[in-house]
């Protein structure tokens, strides 16, 4: 059984947050896309993630994005 990393925790973490927030303000673009971010910055913070790690999760984070 393998253990999840700090990183793959909070990815799956960011992934749930941005459908929850999606799924309650669908239309509202902006708001997505400050949840995303502020998630992001707070996951960072909280599991002291390395730099590369934080790199990766913005990279992720732009995909989770709503499209325009």
């Given at each position: 059984?393998?253990?999840?990393?700090?990183?793959?925790?909070?990815?799956?973490?960011l992934k749930f947050s941005a459908d929850y927030?999606?799924?309650?303000?669908?239309?509202d673009k902006p708001v997505i896309r400050m949840?995303?971010?502020?998630?992001v910055d707070w996951l960072c913070k909280e599991?002291?993630?390395s730099e590369y790690h934080r790199r990766?999760?913005?990279n992720?984070?732009?995909k989770l994005h709503p499209k325009d």
């Amino acid at each position: 059984m393998n253990k999840q990393t700090e990183y793959q925790r909070a990815k799956q973490t960011l992934k749930f947050s941005a459908d929850y927030v999606k799924e309650h303000y669908p239309t509202d673009k902006p708001v997505i896309r400050m949840q995303i971010n502020d998630t992001v910055d707070w996951l960072c913070k909280e599991l002291r993630l390395s730099e590369y790690h934080r790199r990766l999760l913005a990279n992720y984070a732009c995909k989770l994005h709503p499209k325009d």
